[in-house]
């Protein structure tokens, strides 16, 4: 199999062509079509997968024997090697200036894992099991990476069954998740609880820190290759953040899971293949579901007891089915003026450049700061520009700000302990654990959060997931090459 630096050259520099076409796009809706033009594309690489491995073999090694193995971006008409050695970063994390941070920075050398975990590594909080037999991928054990799984396998069939005695509301589907693509699901948005239409939220959904000037720091879409320089920089300031992971990436990057959990942050499940769950079936909910649940537990041999819905989009449907597979659902903050979205991940689709992406975490911090409870920011780990920004800017700017803020992992900042983020430590069942005893959720009629029914959500489309998908043929290629 190859080694991780090339399949993280051959996915960086898939991702820069893909973003490179991208690039000028500037409106929602035609990003979307360009989502979904990719899952087409995605689904032909895994149709044809013979010739998708070949191409992807030389990309690969065309990538590992420029110079020095570094991964080159190769911004649209300009040539890869020229740009590459024109902007390096600096300080101790190899970050770039703010105003080089754009779509066309060139990457630099992907981190390799300081430490790595053998099987029977023990982690550090009481009752953990320790680290599984070593994972090794193998296509017929998993469903197609990045792509709805199918719901007539036998898993999703006894899965299902957890949804027996549950009350899962008649809710149909929404046409794509969007709410301009949907007016009929949008008008009926507070009865379906859908938190994308007016940042509904409902039941035991964890919206925020309770505690003023707190900050549950989380990252969403990896593991991925430049994970490894956020865990140095975690570690350096001891620091506990939570990665909401895709099921997909966990199968393709399970050391750096590994490297996640045993550095002490919180794992939890962020679907399989980062598609809009209210658009989708309960079949394909509960697939999406138990496969990253599935995939989390064989890699680190435990299965968390919480979930983030891929764009934050959620309604009672979803939120129900979560609940009966014993995932609670973790949302970002709706502060003042909107949900508090960095836009990171903007930054490599060509939309926003660094600096505009740090000031919108800027001003997220300074309406943190009127709050009366801590918050949540949505941020990626998914790639080196969204990295490069956390470790170069956002959490340096959060522990320096005046009044300071603590930054903690979701669950550390909720007071639940590492053990009851996961089904087999567990001694309470904080997915039981529903509003009634939490003071931090919340729905909006009830009135902590009135910027909600103004939405700030409409303009918080759309994702990473278009990217994912091509680094998903890029790896699924090389995985069928190599195996
Ligand atoms: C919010 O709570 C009110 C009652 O407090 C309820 O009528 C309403 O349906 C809830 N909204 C959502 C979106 O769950
Ligand atoms: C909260 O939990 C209690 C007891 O477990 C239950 O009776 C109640 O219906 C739950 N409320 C919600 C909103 O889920
Ligand atoms: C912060 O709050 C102001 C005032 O409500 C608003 O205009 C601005 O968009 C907010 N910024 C963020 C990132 O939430």
Known sequence: ML??????????ATLSLELANAHGV????????IAKRQTTAVALAASTSSSAA????????????????????????????????????TGSYNVPPLSAINSAMPSGATPTLSTTFSPGAQPTYSGAPVIPAKFIFSSADWPALDRIPPTDSDQVKEWMKELDGHDIPDITPTVDGECASDPQAAAQAQQRGWWTCG???????IVACPEKNTWGVSFDDGPAPYSEKLLKYLDDHDLSATFFVVGSRVVSYPDILIAEYMAGHEISVHTWSHHPLTAMTNEQIVAELGWTRHAIQTVLGVTPTTMRPPFGDIDN????????MGL???IWTTGPGGPFDTNDWRVPAGEHTGTESFATFESILGNASTMDTGFIVLEHDLFEITVDLAVGYTLDAALTHNPPF???????????PMNDMYHETATTDIVGANSTSDSTSSNSTSGSSSAASGNGATGLRLPSSAFVGVAAAAVAAVFAGSL
């Open 328 to 330: 609670r659902p973790i």
């Open 26 to 33: 500037h409106n929602a809706r035609a990003h979307h079509d």
């Open 317 to 324: 449907r979803v939120r129900a089915i979560s609940n009966a």
């Open 199 to 205: 940042g509904w939220t409902s039941g035991n959904d």
């Open 54 to 89: 070949s191409a992807a073999a030389t990309t690969s090694s065309a990538a590992a024997s420029g110079a020095s193995g570094a991964t080159t971006a190769a911004p649209s008409g300009t040539s890869a090697a020229t740009t590459a050695a024109a902007v390096s970063g």
């Open 406 to 416: 603590k930054l903690e992992s979701i669950g550390e900042c909720l007071s639940i």
């Open 3 to 12: 080694p991780i630096s090339a399949l993280s050259a051959l996915l960086a």
